[in-house]
C-alpha cells in the first residue's frame, strides 16, 4: 500500500471513531480501547528506535512520564486546550530524545539501555521534589467538559487517542520507506559499516531520539485528562516501559505492523485479565510472555510467519 493511500485509510478510521459513540452506549469500551490504543502509540514510538535501528531503550515510562506532565503543567499554568498540551507535550518528549541521545548514543548495547533507565529515576525524582506538580502525592487535574458530540470525557479522550495512534502509525510507515529508514536498517544490521558508506549515522541516531520521544511523550499527554488524576508512580510506571518493549517484539520489531500487532493483542489480554482476575497480574502476564517469545520466537508474530512461508515457498518453487 502506497503512503497516501495508507494515510487516506488511517484518516478514514479517525472520522469513524467520531461516530463510535452514537454506536457503542457502554462507556467502558472507551475506557478500555483508550488504554490499547495508548500502547499502540508506545509501542510504534518505542520502534522507531528500539526496531529501526537497534537500540534498546529501557526509559520509555520516562517520555510517557514527561508528556503527561508537560501536559499538567500547561494546563494548570495557562489553561492551553488538549490539543496544546498534546503539541507541547510533544516538543518536550523530542527534547529529552535528543539530550539523552547526545549524552548516550556514543554507548551502545547493554550500557545504552541502562542509561535510559537512569533517565526514569531522574525524571521521576525531579516530580517527586517539585511541589508545583503535586510531588510525591500527585496532582488533581479537572480538565473542561468535551464537546458535546462525544457525550463524556472517556469517549472524548478515546477518539483524540486514536488520532495519536493513526498519526504514530502513518510517521512509522514513512520512516520506514524513506531514506531515513533505510539508514537506520543500516545502522541496525552493522553501525560501523554504515558509517564507513556514507551513512550519516550519529544524525539519524539523534533523529530518532527525537521522534522516539515525541510521539511517547504525545501518548502520555492525554493521561491527566483521562485519569483527572496525576501522580509520578503511574506516570513513570515500570508496567510502562515493560509493555513498551513486550509489545514490538511480540508482534515484530522490522517494520509498523509488529508494534501494531503486539499492542493490540497484548494490552486487549491484559485488559481482560484486569477485568476477570487482577491488575496485579498483568506485570507477570507480560513477564512470561516476552521470556516466551524472546526464547521461541525472537523476530516475533511476523517473524514466524515468515518463517512458516519459506518452506512453502521452496516447495512450490516460487522464490522468497
Not at 35 to 42: A, D, K, N, T
Not at 219 to 241: C, E, K, Q
Request: hydrophobic fraction near 55%; charged fraction near 10%.
Amino acid at each position: 500500500m502506497t503512503l497516501p493511500r495508507f494515510a487516506l485509510v488511517a484518516a478514514l478510521l479517525v472520522v469513524a471513531g467520531l461516530f463510535l459513540p452514537m454506536v457503542i452506549p457502554n462507556p467502558y469500551y472507551f475506557y478500555a480501547g483508550y488504554v490499547v490504543l495508548q500502547y499502540v502509540v508506545i509501542a510504534t514510538g518505542w520502534n522507531i528506535l528500539g526496531g529501526y535501528a537497534g537500540y534498546t531503550n529501557f526509559g520509555a515510562s520516562a517520555f510517557f512520564g514527561a508528556g503527561a506532565y508537560a501536559a499538567a503543567f500547561l494546563f494548570k499554568a495557562f489553561g492551553l486546550p488538549l490539543i496544546f498540551q498534546i503539541l507541547g507535550a510533544a516538543a518536550v518528549g523530542m527534547f529529552l530524545g535528543v539530550a539523552t541521545g547526545y549524552l548516550t548514543l556514543r554507548i551502545q548495547g547493554v550500557y545504552f539501555a541502562i542509561a535510559t533507565v537512569a533517565l526514569v529515576i531522574v525524571l521521576e525524582t525531579l516530580v517527586h521534589n517539585t511541589e508545583y506538580l503535586g510531588g510525591a502525592s500527585g496532582m488533581t487535574h479537572i480538565a473542561p467538559p468535551p464537546p458535546a458530540w462525544f457525550g463524556g470525557q472517556t469517549q472524548f479522550v478515546f477518539w483524540v487517542m486514536l488520532v495519536i495512534a493513526a498519526c504514530a502509525v502513518v510517521l512509522a510507515r514513512w520512516l520506514e520507506l524513506s531514506w531515513i529508514g533505510r539508514g537506520l536498517r543500516a545502522i541496525r544490521a552493522s553501525e560501523p559499516a554504515a558509517e564507513s558508506c556514507g551513512v550519516p549515522t550519529l544524525r539519524l541516531k539523534l533523529l530518532a531520539c527525537a521522534l522516539s520521544g515525541g510521539v511517547m511523550a504525545a501518548a502520555g499527554a492525554p493521561y491527566p485528562t483521562y485519569t483527572s488524576y496525576l501522580d509520578p508512580v503511574s506516570a513513570f510506571s515500570l508496567l510502562i516501559g515493560l509493555n513498551a518493549l513486550a509489545m514490538p517484539l511480540i508482534g515484530g520489531t522490522r517494520n509498523w505492523k509488529g508494534p501494531v500487532i503486539g499492542a493490540l493483542l497484548l494490552a486487549s489480554v491484559q485488559q481482560i485479565a484486569t477485568v476477570t482476575i487482577s491488575s496485579e497480574f498483568n506485570i507477570l502476564a507480560v513477564g512470561v510472555v516476552l521470556i516466551a517469545f524472546v526464547v521461541l520466537a525472537p523476530e516475533g508474530l511476523l517473524g514466524l510467519k515468515s518463517a512458516w512461508a519459506r518452506p512453502k515457498l521452496r516447495l512450490s518453487g516460487a522464490k522468497p
